[in-house]
């Protein structure tokens, strides 16, 4: 089993940078794919970007391609979600989820979820 805690969430202005860290605990995290998805005020939940288990192959919205970057440290067990060019539509709280596909931009498909932590872009 894994647990998710995510962190690095903040206000910044438009065009700002945060960067998103996910941490993972437990032995399996190298079993499971990880993704970030994201909800704002009153819309339903939004996928941003996907890593596969091996780390190879990345996945982004469409809202957030050329602007947001998806890596991970595996000895540290982290994901990390880069955003750059922040715009006041990406204001949401963020959390990750782990899957055990090889890769989903359905949330249907994370069985395990952080609690989130809050991004807030103003103009």
């Known amino acids: 089993q894994v647990q998710l805690v995510e962190s690095g969430g903040g206000s910044v202005q438009t065009g700002g940078s945060l960067r998103l860290s996910c941490v993972a605990s437990?032995?399996?995290?190298?079993?499971?794919?990880t993704g970030w998805f994201r909800q704002a005020p009153g819309k339903g939940r939004e996928f941003v970007a996907a890593i596969s288990r091996s780390g190879g192959s990345l996945y982004y919205g469409d809202s957030v391609k050329g602007r947001f970057t998806i890596s991970a440290d595996n000895a540290k067990k982290t994901v990390f979600l880069q955003m750059n060019s922040l715009k006041p539509e990406d204001t949401a709280v963020y959390s990750c989820?782990?899957?055990?596909?090889?890769?989903?931009?359905?949330?249907?498909?994370?069985?395990?979820w952080g609690q989130g932590t809050q991004v807030t872009v103003s103009s």
């Open positions: 989820a782990a899957s055990s596909t090889y890769y989903s931009s359905s949330y249907h498909d994370y069985h395990t």
């Open positions: 437990g032995r399996t995290f190298s079993s499971y794919s």
